[in-house]
């Protein structure tokens, strides 16, 4: 899926003399904590809700009282995946979409993004998760692929993640079948190293509540 897909048809931009006062009160109906600033069709930057507190006067026009704005923003045609750095670095509620020409054209909302990737992620039902840690140099992904179809199971889905406090890195899988012993047996005599494995029921039900638990805290930051 790509950005365009998922451009909001409800949040609005802000236009550059509209008053802080008024951009509270639209943030507020659209529960966003972020709104876009155009002139036109032209992409200003994006304006935060804690910038319109520290207007002098809300009641006076964006433009005179913010003269700086950071310009975060992705194209119409990028893969929906590129959208989490920016919405990440910057702790974004809404991302402005901008098309080859650099118009504006909308945004992407946090919880829009966050269903869309949900549904990626848990493409093909229930299924196992392991966890490797490794060092760069040794991720494989033909090495992995070849383990895990050895073993006659199939990867549903693949995430690489790099350790915070290491070079190392952390390979997420996703099996489209639970009980997945003969794979896990397979990386230990290759000598990888495996974190964690979700493969019960009530596994998958703590590890989904963990998850929905952490994102609805990120929501209310």
């Known amino acids: 899926?790509?950005?365009?897909?998922?451009?909001?048809?409800?949040?609005?931009?802000?236009?550059?003399?509209?008053?802080?006062?008024?951009?509270l009160n639209w943030m507020d109906v659209f529960k966003v904590s972020h709104l876009p600033v155009v002139d036109g069709s032209e992409y200003l930057g994006l304006v935060s809700e804690q910038e319109i507190y520290?207007?002098?006067?809300?009641?006076?026009?964006?433009?005179?009282?913010?003269?700086?704005?950071?310009?975060?923003?992705?194209?119409?045609?990028?893969?929906?995946?590129?959208?989490?750095?920016?919405?990440?670095?910057?702790?974004?509620?809404?991302?402005?979409v901008l098309d080859v020409e650099d118009k504006y054209l909308g945004v992407i909302t946090?919880?829009?993004?966050?269903?869309?990737?949900?549904?990626?992620?848990?493409?093909?039902?229930r299924g196992a998760i392991i966890v490797l840690e490794m060092s760069v140099r040794d991720y494989s992904l033909s090495q992995i692929s070849q383990i895990v179809e050895?073993?006659?199971?199939?990867?549903?889905?693949?995430?690489?993640?790099?350790?915070?406090?290491?070079?190392n890195i952390y390979v997420t899988i996703k099996f489209n079948r639970t009980d997945i012993s003969p794979v896990i047996q397979t990386f230990e005599r290759y000598s990888y190293r495996i974190v964690q494995v979700f493969s019960s029921d009530r596994e998958f039900d703590s590890m989904l509540e963990d998850r929905y638990n952490s994102f609805m805290k990120f929501l209310s930051i």
């Open 1 to 23: 899926m790509i950005v365009i897909d998922l451009l909001s048809d409800v949040v609005p931009a802000l236009h550059k003399t509209d008053t802080g006062t008024n951009a």
């Open 150 to 167: 050895g073993n006659d199971t199939k990867i549903v889905s693949l995430f690489v993640q790099n350790h915070s406090q290491t070079d």
């Open 54 to 96: 520290d207007m002098n006067n809300p009641d006076d026009a964006i433009d005179s009282q913010i003269r700086v704005m950071t310009r975060p923003f992705i194209y119409d045609n990028q893969h929906i995946i590129e959208a989490l750095q920016p919405f990440a670095e910057n702790n974004l509620s809404v991302l402005p």
């Open 110 to 125: 946090l919880p829009d993004l966050s269903h869309e990737l949900a549904q990626m992620v848990s493409n093909g039902g």
